[in-house]
């Protein structure tokens, strides 16, 4: 791919996609040369251009390709009558990979997928053009979808791995799955190329349990997150469901796990061969020998590097004060982002100053990937509502996505204006930072 120069470098930008309708839930991917590519839920008769006439009320999803400076190339919609959600993007095989799941039925071009009585998962791939290649639905071997989220999307040179949580019995391409309780965790090996299923893995117990964040590090492991309230029986403990486990990529076999009880691991990345897991937690948080702060109020953030046999080389709590974090994506050095209410501490206040006191703000936060220390960090607000879905560092500046309710967030060139109830914003911001350590 050809990089992309704006002039002048690295200055912000943000803008709203589309103009007017409801758009929400995005996934984003970024390509090698900083173009982004967006699929987004819409409803309410957004503006697509002259081209699109759609009757009101008409839901589907949107995918947009946006350069490096800004500059919205195209957006293409897919109508339909579903309510979707995208969780999660990659890219595998030149081609923009997204998953999510629906209720209702849409059809990107290769098909309809079709949710009766429950939610269906899909996972869909792209080429450059925004034409679909191919398109995987699961459901029920009986015909109509249980209910089937895939909630976390990654990739490798020659995978793509699609995570969740499903009930009842569900046929993943290779074999039919039934949940042991409520609901059960599960991940899928697929072809990048055709979507076939490579093997797919379910984890489980009589209760719930649901797999929420998905990596693959330098050596071809898989790191998975998860959360609920079972007793799945990891490798090298007694028993959690909510843990940070290392699997096996040619099985999908659990290898070892860290067990993180009353937390939720929201997010995950990889740094070489250790994993990197961002989450939630109430009450006081051990991950082996570190302890975390008990949270006071709500819910603490934390981030955590943890190593291939699943030991903790670092921990990093955010709080304790009031308020509730929901950590949602970070990459290359570790990027942490979230949406806070109240008073936030972030220990010796060297990142965002005095304690932040908010009633509404995102926040970005930069952590040292050798100790877990802050090194950087940057604060939002001003609209009724704001959150980071996704960051993709590139070039020195972190492109960032996410979602906007009502009018005035700034993102450092004055605020944003919308006339839609929620959309969609893109961003580029510069990024200062000290040099990253091992």
Same mark, same amino acid.
């Given at each position: 791919m050809t990089s992309v120069s704006c002039e002048p470098p690295l200055v912000p930008f943000s803008l709203v996609l589309p103009e007017s309708g409801a758009v929400t839930e995005p996934a984003s991917v970024a390509a090698a040369d900083g173009?982004?590519?967006?699929?987004?839920?819409?409803?309410?008769?957004?503006?697509?251009? /002259?081209?699109?006439?759609?009757?009101?009320?008409?839901?589907?999803?949107l995918l947009a390709r946006v350069d490096p400076c800004g500059n919205v190339l195209w957006v293409r919609p897919f109508p339909g009558f579903?309510?979707?959600?995208? $969780?999660?993007?990659?890219?595998?095989?030149?081609?923009?990979v997204f998953g999510g799941h629906l209720t209702g039925t849409l059809d990107f071009g290769t098909?309809?997928?079709?949710? +009766?009585?429950?939610?269906?998962?899909?996972?869909?791939?792209?080429?450059?053009?925004?034409?679909?290649?191919?398109?995987?639905?699961?459901?029920?071997?009986?015909?109509?979808?249980?209910?089937?989220?895939v909630r976390a999307l990654a990739a490798?040179?020659?995978?793509?791995?699609?995570?969740?949580?499903? $009930?009842?019995?569900?046929?993943?391409?290779?074999?039919?799955?039934?949940?042991?309780?409520?609901?059960?965790?599960?991940?899928?090996r697929l072809s990048p190329t055709s979507g076939a299923t490579l093997w797919s893995r379910s984890l489980g117990s009589a209760a719930y349990e649901e797999a929420l964040a998905v990596a693959v590090t330098s050596s071809g492991a898989i790191c998975l997150g998860s959360g609920g309230l079972g007793m799945f029986a990891w490798p090298n403990g007694p028993g959690s469901t909510a843990a940070i486990a290392r699997l096996d990529r040619e099985s999908g076999s659990p290898v070892s796990a860290i067990e993180t009880t009353d937390a939720a691991v929201t997010a995950m990345t990889s740094l070489g061969d250790d994993c990197v897991a961002v989450g939630t937690y109430q009450g006081s948080l051990h991950l082996g020998p570190v302890s975390l702060p008990t949270a006071i109020d709500g819910s603490n953030g934390f981030a955590t590097r943890v190593d291939p046999d699943s030991s903790p080389i670092w921990a990093r709590p955010f709080g304790p004060d009031n308020g509730d974090l929901d950590a949602t994506a970070f990459g290359g050095r570790v990027f942490v982002a979230g949406s806070v209410n109240g008073a936030?501490?972030? +220990?010796?206040?060297?990142?965002?100053?005095?304690?932040?006191?908010?009633?509404?703000?995102?926040?970005?936060?930069?952590?040292?990937?050798?100790?877990?220390?802050?090194?950087?960090?940057?604060?939002?607000?001003?609209?009724?509502?704001?959150?980071?879905?996704?960051?993709?560092?590139?070039?020195?500046?972190?492109?960032?996505?996410?979602?906007?309710?009502?009018?005035?967030?700034? @993102?450092?060139?004055? /605020? @944003?204006?919308?006339?839609?109830?929620?959309?969609?914003?893109?961003?580029r911001l510069a990024w200062e930072s000290t040099p990253p350590s091992d």
């Amino acid at each position: 791919m050809t990089s992309v120069s704006c002039e002048p470098p690295l200055v912000p930008f943000s803008l709203v996609l589309p103009e007017s309708g409801a758009v929400t839930e995005p996934a984003s991917v970024a390509a090698a040369d900083g173009t982004l590519y967006l699929l987004a839920s819409y409803a309410d008769h957004p503006a697509l251009g /002259p081209e699109v006439t759609r009757d009101p009320g008409e839901r589907g999803v949107l995918l947009a390709r946006v350069d490096p400076c800004g500059n919205v190339l195209w957006v293409r919609p897919f109508p339909g009558f579903a309510q979707a959600t995208i $969780e999660g993007g990659a890219i595998a095989a030149e081609l923009i990979v997204f998953g999510g799941h629906l209720t209702g039925t849409l059809d990107f071009g290769t098909g309809p997928v079709v949710a +009766e009585g429950g939610a269906a998962s899909f996972v869909v791939a792209f080429d450059g053009a925004g034409d679909a290649v191919w398109t995987r639905s699961f459901s029920s071997a009986g015909g109509a979808p249980d209910a089937v989220r895939v909630r976390a999307l990654a990739a490798d040179h020659d995978a793509v791995y699609a995570a969740g949580g499903f $009930e009842g019995a569900v046929d993943f391409g290779d074999a039919t799955r039934t949940a042991i309780g409520d609901k059960d965790m599960f991940l899928a090996r697929l072809s990048p190329t055709s979507g076939a299923t490579l093997w797919s893995r379910s984890l489980g117990s009589a209760a719930y349990e649901e797999a929420l964040a998905v990596a693959v590090t330098s050596s071809g492991a898989i790191c998975l997150g998860s959360g609920g309230l079972g007793m799945f029986a990891w490798p090298n403990g007694p028993g959690s469901t909510a843990a940070i486990a290392r699997l096996d990529r040619e099985s999908g076999s659990p290898v070892s796990a860290i067990e993180t009880t009353d937390a939720a691991v929201t997010a995950m990345t990889s740094l070489g061969d250790d994993c990197v897991a961002v989450g939630t937690y109430q009450g006081s948080l051990h991950l082996g020998p570190v302890s975390l702060p008990t949270a006071i109020d709500g819910s603490n953030g934390f981030a955590t590097r943890v190593d291939p046999d699943s030991s903790p080389i670092w921990a990093r709590p955010f709080g304790p004060d009031n308020g509730d974090l929901d950590a949602t994506a970070f990459g290359g050095r570790v990027f942490v982002a979230g949406s806070v209410n109240g008073a936030w501490n972030f +220990e010796e206040g060297t990142v965002l100053g005095e304690p932040l006191s908010k009633e509404n703000a995102t926040i970005l936060v930069g952590l040292d990937v050798g100790s877990g220390a802050f090194v950087s960090g940057r604060a939002f607000d001003g609209a009724s509502a704001q959150s980071v879905r996704a960051i993709h560092p590139r070039d020195g500046a972190l492109l960032v996505t996410g979602v906007v309710a009502g009018q005035g967030l700034d @993102l450092g060139q004055g /605020p @944003l204006t919308t006339a839609a109830s929620e959309s969609v914003f893109v961003a580029r911001l510069a990024w200062e930072s000290t040099p990253p350590s091992d």
